[in-house]
């Protein structure tokens, strides 16, 4: 199953209360931090004991913001045929029927990864010219 992309703060997401760390205001678990305190009355937290107040810290998460886009209806119209049955059929093998059909039409963003899968998939059934996707959205990247 797929993983769910998330657009908001997920309500369980592991926050750090390390506030003093120097990579604190780069850090998604400590700017969700103070998010969640504002709102939540408990916390999925990080142990302290486990987290080191440096680049080495293995929860560590970067806060920068990833490029997910949201449908490729517009690819089919400019492909020939015998394309697009390729590119389907690559793409329906890796994501599965329903799971192709749910990107293509924009119900499930796609990640940065899974937008590669998909350019891949363009390139292998002959296409030459850069096709863009329907829409595009940077969000922070939570789980991957």
């Not at 009355?41 to 990833?66: E, G, I």
């Not at 590669?116 to 939570?142: P, S």
Request: hydrophobic share 35%.
């Amino acid at each position: 199953m797929p993983k769910k992309i998330y657009t908001t703060l997920p309500a369980r997401f592991g926050v750090c209360m390390h506030a003093d760390c120097p990579m604190a205001s780069m850090c998604l678990r400590q700017i969700a931090y103070s998010q969640m305190t504002e709102g939540k009355d408990f916390l999925h937290m990080t142990n302290p004991r486990h987290s080191s107040k440096d680049c080495t810290c293995r929860f560590y998460r970067d806060a920068s913001r990833a490029r997910y886009a949201q449908g490729f209806t517009n690819f089919q119209k400019r492909m020939y045929p015998e394309q697009y049955r390729e590119f389907m059929s690559t793409l329906i093998i890796h994501f599965g029927r329903s799971a192709y059909f749910e990107r293509r039409n924009g119900d499930t963003i796609l990640s940065p990864a899974e937008q590669e899968v998909v350019l891949d998939a363009l390139h292998k059934a002959g296409v030459k010219e850069d096709f863009h996707f329907d829409k595009y959205l940077d969000l922070y990247n939570w789980f991957d």
